[in-house]
Structure formats: C-alpha cells, structure tokens
C-alpha cells in the first residue's frame, strides 16, 4: 500500500478534526507532487525539503482561504489523494482523512499577528498571496510550530 503525506489547511474552529469532528472530506490538501519538484528544482534526494515546501504553500493556502496557518499533517493511503488543481503548488483533494493517520498540527506560536499577511492574502491564489509583502514578512519572520497529535488527544 502506498503512502501519502498530506498537509491540509484548516480554519482555527476544525482543530477537532484530529479527533474526527468535523471529518476531513473531499479537502484541499497538499504534498509533494512532481510538479512541485520540477517547480522548485528538487530532486527525489530532497525530499524533506520538498515536504516542507508543501507545508508552507498549504500554510499559505490557509492563509488565502481561513486566515490563519494551521495544517494538519497526516500519512493517507495514496488511494485516498486525487490530483488538485495547482499541482506545481503541491496541490491535491484528499478524499478522506481517518483521524488515525494525522500525526501532529502546525500553527503559528500564540500571540503572532498573522491578521495583515490573512488580510492581504484573503481569496488569492498560493502564487499571488506568496507575493505579498504581508505573506513574505509572517513566513520570515514566524516559523510555524509542530504539535504532536497525542497532546491534543491527552488534553481533550
């Protein structure tokens, strides 16, 4: 069985989907597609930094469609991912996500200001978000943090 890594934008009220509330259905995710390697000039040697590459677009995407960066990271079936509609962005639609395979969330620290850079990017494209000084400055100046699931699941 082939294994997918997928990072799905969620809005700050769905954090619950790590438990399965709400379900993860028919989403926009992200991986690493070949596109996104040709895009970025990465080789199959490259592939943590290609993964990260689909965190941050997938972060941008959150940005763009929820105003905020919070991705959840799950390891899916590959029968489970379908092409997306930007694939040089890493862009897929997941079908579904068993909250058995999510294994940690990314989120910006509590307290960063991330409402200019979700102001500016608010319904763009990836490529047009990434091009806002707004974006540019939160993905400089804030790394996102990773959270392990098994947190989540022992405070909840």
Do not use: K
Not at 14 to 32: C, K
Not at 89 to 97: E, F, I, P, R, S
Not at 108 to 115: L, R, S
């Amino acid at each position: 069985m082939r294994r997918s890594l997928v990072f799905i934008p969620v809005a700050d009220d769905e954090l619950g989907a790590l438990d399965g509330s709400p379900a993860i259905e028919s989403r926009p995710a992200f991986t690493v597609t070949p596109e996104l390697l040709d895009e970025l000039g990465y080789s199959a040697d490259d592939a943590e930094d290609a993964e990260y590459a689909a965190l941050v677009l997938a972060s941008v995407a959150g940005l763009s469609r929820y105003g905020c960066r919070l991705v959840v990271v799950a390891e899916v079936d590959g029968s489970l991912v379908r092409p997306g509609d930007d694939p040089a962005n890493g862009a897929v639609v997941l079908d579904a996500c068993p909250p058995s395979a999510i294994t940690s969330w990314f989120s910006d620290e509590p307290g960063v200001d991330v409402g200019p850079a979700a102001e500016a990017a608010r319904g763009l494209s990836i490529d047009d978000a990434w091009e806002t000084p707004e974006v540019q400055a939160l993905l400089q100046d804030h790394d996102l943090l990773w959270n392990d699931v098994v947190e989540y699941r022992r405070a909840t």
